[in-house]
């Protein structure tokens, strides 16, 4: 998206997002729509599409009341501040109850036929009764509340998706249906501290109200060999403890996970080595901490096995916190039939 500041022209462009042109291609044909429908307590607006010879731009804008965002952001301001070492289990809180946070796939029929989503982005607009001083709303947002006419005192969520024909030209569109799907929520569930081998935890899902049971089947100290990390610039720590537990009633794979409190520690540059701002890496673990996979029988009553990794360290950890998470859907998806003139 641009904004011609001599002509205060708005244009959007296919794959740039809010920002900017892309190349040299040509700023799309605006169709207004002025749709909007609820999803859970949410008003969304999308108040117009954006045609392009090789396909088109959805403007999605969330409407969120100002007294929910002021009570987010003077619960958790205090707490985080300008922190930027805060924990995996407290940014999931955080993102779980920050109503600018809004996490979705869209699914578009044009003319009955889906066309693939690729490119997405978003920006958000804080109103100034939300936050003390003058909010740091941003050009791109400035230029989408002047260009809907949306109202200034309420807080935004505004997401633009781009989409491609599938035709060999672009058609002519008769009919637009949407459906939108919430991404998984994490929930975070308890912590327990250095299980032993034939411990059972018992804990409660947070969404179905049922009292599951985690049995620790192996619990062992273990170490990757150095040759593993033979010629890099880099040290990196080794020692990690593996546990292998079973869970009773059985959840779905894709629905739990148990990982370390702890992050791995830094990787160390060798002497001599080039210096890097940053060196991230992931044997084990990935973005959500230690990452655990399920192995079972062929037996179908035998009870799926679960293995987690806590993180990795330069020494051998002498206690391990434990957390427990959860995915899940809590919203349900919403269909929409968008008008097209």
Known sequence: MMVDKDTERFEVFFESGYWGKDGKSRAGTEIPLHASFKWGDEIWHIPAIYTFAMGMVMDFCVEIQPEKLKAFLEKWMPVCGGKTDISRELRAEIEGENPLCVNFSPRLLVNGTEIPATRGSGVNWIPAGCRPGKPENSEE??????????????????????????????????????????????????????????????????????????????YKAQEFPAEAFAGSEYEFPTHYTAMTYTVTPELPEDRIQVCDCLENDKAIPRPGAEQHDACGFGVIGGANGAAGFILADDNPHSVATHMAFSALHFQPAENIEWRISFREKLMEDVEVTLPIS
């Open 141 to 218: 947002a400035a230029a989408l509340m002047v260009h809907y006419g949306l109202d200034m005192e309420k807080a935004w969520s505004f997401h633009r998706q781009s989409f491609r024909w599938v035709t060999f030209r672009q058609p002519e569109i008769t009919s637009l249906q949407l459906r939108l799907v919430r991404d998984d929520a994490t929930i975070n569930g308890i912590h327990f501290t250095n299980p032993a081998v034939g411990d059972v935890i018992s804990f409660v899902h947070p969404v179905s109200g049922v009292t599951h049971r985690l049995a620790v089947v192996e």
